[in-house]
């Protein structure tokens, strides 16, 4: 089946629901069972269309990239000259990367018996410190390009790698001056007052530990660092995720759900319009347009999947539902006309006063990372149990930082 037959078959299932739902709305009257269940399998099957519509296009933009791809655009970075000779990236090369593979397989008896080239090539970066390796380039991009898939954030945000410093420090405007005032030719109008402040971005470590059977490590077909990058990416994406939606901002990022003077107070919370156990249409309306219009444009709906659940049955006053399947190609679902994300760990209880939601412009929520991930070998600690640990260490923090940007939506007290 076609993108294009796909998006057709999900837009007749949408009309379809459509039509149920405003039947009995006419009538007075709630569904019958069997208008629920033929409701609920029409939704869920364009709830599956459109994943796989997600799924088929970032599949066609991969093609497109691959294919437009040059030499000059390439993955490896160009030779760079050293000793008067012309070589690759190391971390990028054949070798690196064969010896890399070799290390995580068998350990530095592998490395001691490899030809001196690759041993040479291996021992060019950060091995001798402590034990660590610092991952060829191709691992480290796979690896940051999966938690990216993962956690939808990440791929809003704006993101900063400290190479240098210990933090990321960002100059704030705390006081506007006034605006101008219309006076005579001579006049200087009032005198205007300019404060700034600042924002500091601290990448704190985070830290996993994945255990591998060394008999699959010896006989899978797959390489033993895709082995490795499964794993780690799923346990880093999730601690992120987390992290950057609920996180306290001690020793962690600070997320957009908790209220906070560093990051989004109290006066961006909503609850106009809403009840005590539900979220209403006019109370999404009023967190809309609690954002000035110029965030609009790159402004996303965030929420659980029991929160867009029943967002998907409210109407407007004009008896117009407030979601919106998008049916042309790269058109995202929409909730009164701004794209949404589903988040596992959003959250999900429709209790008084609490948080359900959350609109804003994510490109003001910061996200710094530092220096290289690193991989550790574990051999000894698992030899009764013949198996073999790897760690995986990064630096990351993350906060949002300017709140008017951010609107959270709140259950009324």
């Given at each position: 089946?076609?993108?294009?037959?796909?998006?057709?078959?999900?837009?007749?299932?949408?009309?379809?629901?459509?039509?149920?739902?405003?039947?009995?709305?006419?009538?007075?009257?709630?569904?019958?069972?069997?208008?629920?269940?033929?409701?609920?399998?029409?939704?869920?099957?364009?709830?599956?269309?459109?994943?796989?519509?997600?799924?088929?296009?970032?599949?066609?933009?991969?093609?497109?990239?691959?294919?437009?791809?040059?030499?000059?655009?390439?993955?490896?970075?160009?030779?760079?000259?050293?000793?008067?000779?012309?070589?690759?990236?190391?971390?990028?090369?054949?070798?690196?990367?064969?010896?890399?593979?070799?290390?995580?397989?068998?350990?530095?008896?592998?490395?001691?018996?490899?030809?001196?080239?690759?041993?040479?090539?291996?021992?060019?970066?950060?091995?001798?410190?402590?034990?660590?390796?610092?991952?060829?380039?191709?691992?480290?991009?796979?690896?940051?390009?999966?938690?990216?898939?993962?956690?939808?954030?990440?791929?809003?945000?704006?993101?900063?790698?400290?190479?240098?410093?210990?933090?990321?420090g960002v100059p704030t405007l705390d006081t506007d001056p006034a605006d101008a005032e219309w006076t005579s030719e001579l006049a200087t109008g009032s005198l205007a007052t300019m404060a700034f402040g600042k924002r500091e971005l601290r990448p704190h470590p985070l830290a996993k530990r994945v255990k591998v059977s060394n008999k699959l490590l010896r006989a899978s077909a797959m390489q033993p660092e895709a082995l490795v990058r499964a794993r780690l990416a799923y346990k880093f994406a999730v601690t992120q995720e987390k992290a950057f939606l609920l996180g306290t901002g001690v020793q962690q990022p600070l997320g957009v759900f908790v209220a906070s003077a560093d990051g989004i107070p109290t006066t961006r919370d909503v609850s106009t319009?809403?009840?005590?156990?539900?979220?209403?249409?006019?109370?999404?309306?009023?967190?809309?347009?609690?954002?000035?219009?110029?965030?609009?444009?790159?402004?996303?709906?965030?929420?659980?999947?029991?929160?867009?659940?029943?967002?998907?049955?409210?109407?407007?006053?004009?008896?117009?539902?407030?979601?919106?399947?998008?049916?042309?190609?790269?058109?995202?679902?929409?909730?009164?006309?701004?794209?949404?994300?589903?988040?596992?760990?959003?959250?999900?209880?429709?209790?008084?006063?609490?948080?359900?939601?959350?609109?804003?412009?994510?490109?003001?929520?910061?996200?710094?990372?530092?220096?290289?991930?690193?991989?550790?070998?574990?051999?000894?600690?698992?030899?009764?149990?013949?198996?073999?640990?790897?760690?995986?260490?990064?630096?990351?923090?993350?906060?949002?930082?300017?709140?008017?940007?951010?609107?959270?939506?709140?259950?009324?007290?």
């Amino acid at each position: 089946m076609t993108l294009a037959e796909k998006r057709q078959l999900r837009g007749s299932h949408v009309e379809a629901m459509k039509k149920i739902r405003d039947k009995a709305d006419a009538e007075s009257r709630d569904m019958t069972a069997e208008e629920l269940t033929e409701f609920d399998r029409l939704d869920t099957e364009q709830e599956k269309l459109g994943g796989q519509l997600k799924r088929d296009e970032r599949l066609a933009a991969a093609e497109h990239d691959l294919a437009t791809r040059t030499t000059d655009s390439g993955l490896r970075p160009p030779p760079e000259s050293r000793g008067g000779q012309p070589i690759a990236n190391p971390r990028a090369s054949d070798l690196y990367q064969k010896a890399f593979r070799n290390y995580l397989l068998d350990g530095m008896p592998a490395v001691l018996t490899m030809p001196l080239e690759e041993r040479n090539t291996l021992q060019m970066d950060v091995f001798t410190k402590g034990g660590a390796l610092v991952a060829p380039d191709e691992f480290v991009n796979t690896l940051i390009k999966a938690v990216d898939d993962l956690v939808f954030l990440r791929q809003w945000a704006t993101k900063y790698t400290v190479t240098t410093a210990a933090a990321l420090g960002v100059p704030t405007l705390d006081t506007d001056p006034a605006d101008a005032e219309w006076t005579s030719e001579l006049a200087t109008g009032s005198l205007a007052t300019m404060a700034f402040g600042k924002r500091e971005l601290r990448p704190h470590p985070l830290a996993k530990r994945v255990k591998v059977s060394n008999k699959l490590l010896r006989a899978s077909a797959m390489q033993p660092e895709a082995l490795v990058r499964a794993r780690l990416a799923y346990k880093f994406a999730v601690t992120q995720e987390k992290a950057f939606l609920l996180g306290t901002g001690v020793q962690q990022p600070l997320g957009v759900f908790v209220a906070s003077a560093d990051g989004i107070p109290t006066t961006r919370d909503v609850s106009t319009g809403n009840t005590t156990t539900e979220i209403q249409a006019d109370g999404l309306i009023e967190a809309k347009y609690s954002l000035k219009g110029n965030y609009w444009p790159r402004s996303r709906w965030l929420f659980s999947r029991e929160a867009v659940k029943k967002i998907r049955k409210l109407k407007d006053g004009n008896g117009q539902y407030l979601w919106a399947p998008g049916l042309a190609g790269g058109t995202p679902d929409t909730i009164l006309d701004v794209p949404y994300a589903v988040s596992e760990y959003a959250p999900a209880t429709f209790t008084a006063g609490l948080y359900v939601g959350l609109i804003g412009d994510f490109s003001q929520y910061w996200v710094v990372d530092a220096l290289d991930l690193t991989v550790q070998r574990l051999v000894e600690l698992y030899a009764e149990t013949n198996e073999t640990g790897f760690i995986g260490r990064a630096e990351v923090d993350g906060a949002p930082v300017l709140a008017e940007a951010f609107a959270r939506v709140k259950l009324a007290p």
